[in-house]
């Protein structure tokens, strides 16, 4: 059996990217971006609704504020990742529109003293807004700096009181065919399940998303949240939120159920330690286009080694990967 069960659908082959075919998509991103900003405004963001201001405070937990230049809001909400709404770049942004973000409701459930289901307009009272300047390195190689808006994923996990069991959390993305054309395909076991440990969920950059841009969050990013973890790839950082589960084990992680030799649980930004297929040494800031474009360096942790590198103490990073 492949590992990937549907190799047209999988993150790309570094070696299969011609210079050719870099300068395609750069174009075809051009020509997407100059499309959505052809259109009014709102409809660049998807739902149905209008582009809804979302006020925060700039954070001060250390290393929320990268000083990287942030990423174009139209490169940040026209190139995604979101493969319920299709696997194409462009999907989300096409597609996401239809998402019902209201009514909302988190389910927060197992190794915990005080369960609940949360309401939308619960959760974003529960706890003051922080802007948050993050990087995001996708494991395909490519990265953007985001403006996220949101609070510590910490900040949850404590009114829920997890119990002395609780070691692990699992994060699971909504699943509803009826609103999301990309769960006809198989490409991910549906609903898309991500997870932590614990103590890296109680990290005060493991962040809960509801904005980026001073903005409620647009549909293709994961409205109305998600979880951010910038020091690990992309794929860990679960969009459209239903239900947030503590649980003993390691829980299972879409990723690395498709492909368990490619993507593990810890999934860790780290340029020793390459994909099986391609380089994680380096990375194409999406916005620095054009065939002479520097590639940068990735950072170990993603540049937050600082604040996380002691989560990590004493473990094998390539066999933990
Ligand atoms: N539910 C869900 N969450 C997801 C994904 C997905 O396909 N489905 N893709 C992941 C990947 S691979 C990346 S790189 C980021 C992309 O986030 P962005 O599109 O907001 O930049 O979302 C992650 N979260
Ligand atoms: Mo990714």
């Known amino acids: 059996m492949l590992p990937i069960r549907d190799r047209g659908f999988a993150h790309p082959i570094a070696s299969e990217i011609t210079p050719h075919d870099a300068f395609r998509e750069g174009r075809r991103r051009l020509l997407a971006s100059a499309a959505a900003l052809a259109l009014p405004a709102h409809a660049a963001a998807a739902g149905p609704g209008k582009r809804t ?6 954070s001060n937990v250390a290393g929320a504020v990268v000083m990287d230049r942030p990423t174009s809001y139209a490169d940040i909400t026209g190139y995604n990742n979101f493969y319920e709404f299709g696997t194409d770049k462009g999907d989300p942004a096409r597609h996401a529109a239809a998402l019902r973000t209201r009514p909302w409701t988190v389910t927060v459930e197992g190794e915990v003293r005080r369960g609940a289901t949360f309401d939308l307009d619960r959760l974003l009272a529960l706890a003051p807004m922080e802007e948050r300047i993050y990087r995001l390195r996708c494991v395909e190689g490519w990265s953007m700096v985001i403006p996220w808006i949101g609070y510590s994923l910490a900040e949850l996990v404590r009114r829920v009181e997890p119990t002395g069991n609780a070691r692990y959390v699992q994060f699971v993305t909504l699943a509803d065919g009826a609103q999301m054309p990309g769960l006809r395909s198989s490409v991910l076991d549906w609903p898309y399940v991500e997870g932590l440990r614990l103590d890296e969920a109680m990290h005060p950059l493991a962040l809960l998303a509801f904005g980026l841009y001073g903005e409620v969050l647009p549909n293709q990013n994961g409205a109305p949240l998600r979880l951010v973890v910038p020091w690990k790839y992309g794929f860990k950082s679960t969009k459209s939120i239903v239900r947030i589960r503590f649980v003993e084990r390691q829980p299972p992680t879409s990723w690395s159920r498709a492909a368990p030799q490619e993507y593990g649980f ?5 340029p020793q330690v390459d994909h099986p297929r391609w380089s994680q040494a380096d990375e194409r800031r ?3 286009d054009g065939l002479f474009a520097r590639r940068r360096p990735t950072l170990m942790f993603n540049g937050y080694a600082a604040q996380v590198a002691s989560l990590y103490a004493g473990m094998d990073l390539r066999r933990a990967f």
């Open 53 to 58: 201001p979302l006020a925060a405070t700039r």
């Open 266 to 270: 810890y999934a860790n930004v780290n």
């Open 286 to 288: 999406i916005g620095e």
